[in-house]
């Protein structure tokens, strides 16, 4: 019973601890009033001018990171600070988020007041989304996967390049097929430091010419009286074709027959003449 109890007792501190653990995160990260990408550079300023003798502290969080006293670097590099007194943080990594602060004392030990400080957060750069799709009898969905960015950051959808309605942040965007037929989908994901958009897609749920999300009593009307149609015209199109050769042909043949025709008669004539001649030498033999 003891050990049932310790094992509770244990959960809830874990619990505890972790919710503890996001909400100083999400308020850390609200905090911020400077961002910048991971591997970058990041100058902090410093609205004061130097002199020779006067003293440089620069502080991360409660930390000393940098000291130095009259040109003398006590703490840090000299490469940590410009002429100015400026701090260059090179090659950012999220360990480096924090709230920077300088301290300018003078030779006299009076101090420079109303410095400003920054409250800075090093994000990772978005990861460049992609978007898929999921058919559903008449419904599609675009979802955007974002990797990690979706989880702190909203999305933002985009129809044929287009903003999509404001109230559209989510991972997935749901529509009706017959709506976006022939539409295309990107998604955008952005934090403070980068942005990314999505390769344009289109639904896939319908490759035909005649959608099936129409029912069957309108659907096959349809697809039939197309079909007849389309048979009607290609009958008068053969039609045509056939009679186009058929009037070609007798160009051609006409005056082919028309040769032989008169052809044939001279070959009668030349016959038949003979035959006459002989019954004249025989009508006047008889005469004689």
Not at 175 to 185: I, M, T
Not at 188 to 204: K, M, R
Request: aromatic share 6%; hydrophobic share 35%; glycine share 4%.
């Amino acid at each position: 019973m003891r050990i049932v109890k310790k094992m509770a007792s244990a959960a809830t501190i874990a619990v505890f601890l972790l919710c503890c653990y996001f909400i100083v995160s999400s308020g850390s990260q609200a905090d911020c009033n400077v961002y910048a990408a991971t591997g970058s550079n990041f100058t902090v300023q410093l609205k004061h001018v130097l002199k020779d003798s006067d003293s440089l502290r620069w502080f991360k969080n409660k930390k000393v990171i940098f000291l130095r006293k009259s040109k003398l670097v006590i703490r840090g590099k000299n490469d940590d600070v410009d002429s100015n007194g400026k701090l260059k943080l090179t090659q950012l990594t999220k360990d480096k988020s924090g709230r920077y602060r300088p301290e300018v004392h003078r030779e006299d030990g009076t101090s420079a007041v109303d410095l400003p400080s920054v409250r800075l957060c090093v994000l990772d750069p978005v990861q460049k989304p992609k978007v898929t799709v999921t058919c559903d009898k008449t419904k599609v969905t675009f979802t955007c996967d974002a990797g990690q960015s979706e989880k702190n950051f909203p999305i933002k959808w985009f129809m044929d390049n287009k903003n999509g309605p404001e109230n559209e942040t989510g991972k997935e965007l749901k529509r009706p097929v017959k709506d976006v037929l022939n539409a295309r989908f990107s998604c955008n994901v952005s934090n403070p430091v980068s942005s990314e958009i999505s390769q344009p897609v289109q639904q896939d749920c319908i490759k035909s010419s005649f959608p099936d999300i129409c029912g069957i009593d309108v659907c096959i009307p349809v697809r039939t009286g197309a079909g007849i149609l389309l048979l009607v015209i290609l009958i008068v199109i053969v039609c045509c074709i056939q009679r186009k050769a058929n009037l070609i042909k007798d160009k051609v043949e006409l005056p082919l027959r028309k040769h032989h025709h008169h052809h044939q008669k001279q070959l009668v004539g030349s016959v038949l003449e003979p035959d006459i001649c002989a019954d004249c030498d025989l009508e006047g033999d008889n005469r004689i």
